[in-house]
């Protein structure tokens, strides 16, 4: 990202895969970003949570007790990320991200969209380069502002739900 230099912006959508296992989870990263935490809170519970659970398949590390001591420890307010965590409009929130995804028909993580050009599956870095490379030159020759691109050429005149190649 620092490549670029304010020539690419990052979107994350919640995609609850196991459900049982990690829906307070994503509620949290709901209730890290109403106090301005959602990236520290993110990485903190890949390197705690998520980890170490893929490791031991302890469940503990993917529960309640640990989700809050995570928040804690990147310097959340305990009592309100634990009350926005709870909260219906975090439930909603992940919730409407799961609708948009299925318009598009995700079903998968991990899964990225680069200027319109869905990519399912992980990619080496040189992958990740070489797409954003290609769709900044297309963004590029359109003529349109780079701040105007997205909502004009990406979401004002593409695909708004995925086709199967049969249609």
Same mark, same amino acid.
């Given at each position: 990202?620092?490549?670029?230099?304010?020539?690419?912006?990052?979107?994350?959508?919640?995609?609850?895969?196991?459900?049982?296992?990690?829906?307070?989870?994503?509620?949290?990263?709901?209730?890290?970003?109403?106090?301005?935490?959602?990236?520290?809170?993110?990485?903190?519970?890949?390197?705690?949570?998520?980890?170490?659970?893929?490791?031991?398949?302890?469940?503990?590390?993917?529960?309640?007790?640990?989700?809050?001591?995570?928040?804690?420890?990147?310097?959340?307010?305990?009592? %309100?990320?634990?009350?926005?965590?709870?909260?219906?409009?975090?439930?909603?929130?992940?919730?409407?991200?799961?609708?948009?995804?299925?318009?598009? %028909?995700?079903?998968?993580?991990?899964?990225?969209?680069?200027?319109? %050009?869905?990519?399912?599956?992980?990619?080496?870095?040189?992958?990740?380069?070489?797409?954003?490379?290609?769709?900044?030159?297309?963004?590029?020759?359109?003529?349109?502002?780079?701040?105007?691109?997205?909502?004009?050429?990406?979401?004002? %005149?593409?695909?708004?739900?995925?086709?199967?190649?049969?249609?």
């Amino acid at each position: 990202m620092k490549e670029y230099d304010g020539k690419v912006r990052v979107v994350f959508k919640n995609m609850v895969v196991h459900p049982q296992q990690v829906a307070k989870a994503h509620n949290a990263t709901c209730a890290a970003a109403k106090q301005g935490k959602f990236l520290e809170y993110y990485m903190a519970f890949w390197d705690k949570a998520f980890t170490p659970y893929a490791q031991s398949r302890d469940p503990s590390k993917l529960g309640e007790e640990n989700i809050l001591a995570i928040a804690k420890d990147i310097g959340t307010d305990p009592a %309100k990320f634990k009350a926005d965590m709870d909260s219906p409009e975090c439930a909603g929130f992940v919730q409407a991200d799961m609708a948009e995804l299925a318009k598009f %028909k995700v079903n998968a993580t991990p899964a990225f969209f680069i200027n319109g %050009k869905f990519v399912g599956g992980a990619l080496p870095k040189e992958g990740f380069k070489q797409i954003i490379d290609e769709r900044l030159k297309v963004a590029q020759a359109s003529g349109v502002s780079p701040a105007e691109y997205y909502s004009k050429e990406v979401m004002g %005149k593409g695909l708004k739900q995925f086709k199967s190649a049969a249609q």
